[in-house]
């Protein structure tokens, strides 16, 4: 995110806030996960691949007995989704689209050979969906956004670590996407995050915390 919270401006162009270096570390975690999941808005906006790069990691993950590539994942409420963005269209394993329910049966037809479409619920339940993708053998699932996810992720107590690369510049849009949605993070000063690493790359400053539940 840019230093005043922001990871993306209001231009139609892509705001790319990270570096070469950041990006192959990013690739690195990606390489240590079992699924990688993103927003509905950020497939739209974005059109991500999600693919890990490295033809050297893929293989050392092929060597462990692990699919080259990872398990995606996406979470829609009202099923906007083009069967066509390269989240279905890239990559040989699978793609689940946890669905709000009134979407999920229309979605499940459109998307019929690309994705599996699962009924969420009304919203979707982030719970019930951890629970489904551990039945189908993801124990580490990577988070990459956008600011939708991050929240909820966040305020809802289903974030273990959170790595957070601040980039050397600010946004200054109000209108513009921010890390987490303002308003809504809860301050919770009695159950901190414990910073884990601080890491200079380049410019950029990793910052990685790992986040103590009330419940544990």
Same mark, same amino acid.
Request: hydrophobic share 40%; with cysteine; net charge neutral.
């Given at each position: ?15 790319? $806030? ?34 890990? =790069? ?5 293989? =050392? ?68 969906? $951890?629970?489904?993708?551990?039945? =189908? ?20 107590? $289903? ?50 915390? $790992? ?6």
């Amino acid at each position: 995110m840019s230093v005043d919270g922001y990871i993306d401006d209001t231009t139609p162009e892509r705001l790319r $806030l990270s570096s070469p270096a950041d990006f192959d570390r990013v690739d690195g975690v990606r390489a240590t996960c079992d699924a990688i999941l993103v927003g509905a808005n950020t497939i739209r906006r974005d059109d991500p691949k999600l693919l890990i =790069r490295s033809p050297a990691r893929q293989e =050392r993950r092929a060597a462990r007995g692990l699919p080259r590539q990872l398990v995606k994942v996406t979470v829609t409420a009202g099923g906007d989704l083009d069967p066509g963005a390269r989240f279905f269209t890239t990559g040989e394993t699978p793609k689940l689209v946890y669905a709000g329910s009134r979407a999920a049966a229309g979605l499940a037809e459109r998307l019929a050979g690309a994705a599996e479409v699962i009924d969420g619920g009304d919203p979707v339940d982030l719970r019930g969906m $951890l629970a489904d993708l551990a039945r =189908r053998g993801v124990r580490r699932l990577m988070v990459e956004g956008g600011g939708g996810m991050h929240t909820r992720f966040l305020t809802e107590g $289903l974030a273990d670590e959170l790595q957070l690369v601040v980039a050397p510049f600010f946004v200054g849009d109000p209108s513009a996407p921010r890390f987490v949605h303002p308003g809504v993070f809860p301050q919770d000063p009695a159950h901190p995050m414990r910073l884990a690493e601080v890491t200079r790359i380049g410019d950029l400053a990793l910052m990685r915390y $790992l986040i103590k539940h009330p419940r544990t």
